[in-house]
């Protein structure tokens, strides 16, 4: 079984910082990609970021120059550094991961965290 426990979410005012982690624990081979992705109320979850095993990123139009998803694999760790927020940041964050269970044979899951509560104050 694997979980992912995020940390760091909280009240800011506007222009203020957070750092998100998500840690993953359990068994299991290897970590593929890892996600930000966000909710605000009345809306659709959206893809704010994305990290391959690798380091390649990739960030939301709307978080570039602001948002760094950066991730620790010895630590199995993604990171999501939020600067310079704005109030429609607002919204609950959850991390994503696709995990190699095992690899022989090869069984891939996607799993979720349970989401951490950003608000952000004008």
């Known amino acids: 079984q694997v979980q992912l426990v995020e940390s760091g979410g909280g009240l800011v005012q506007a222009g203020g910082s957070l750092r998100l982690s998500c840690a993953a624990s359990g068994t299991f081979f290897s970590i593929n990609h890892m996600r930000w992705y966000r909710q605000a109320p009345g809306k659709q979850r959206e893809l704010v970021a994305g990290?391959?095993?690798?380091?390649?990123?990739n960030h939301a139009d709307s978080v570039k120059g602001r948002f760094t998803i950066s991730r620790d694999n010895a630590k199995n760790t993604v990171y999501l550094q939020m600067n310079s927020l704005k109030p429609e940041d607002t919204a609950v964050y959850y991390c994503?991961?696709?995990?190699?269970?095992?690899?022989?044979?090869?069984?891939?899951?996607?799993?979720w965290g349970q989401g951490t509560q950003v608000t952000v104050s004008s």
């Open positions: 990290i391959t095993s690798g380091g390649y990123t």
């Open positions: 994503n991961a696709q995990v190699k269970v095992t690899s022989t044979p090869v069984r891939v899951y996607d799993y």
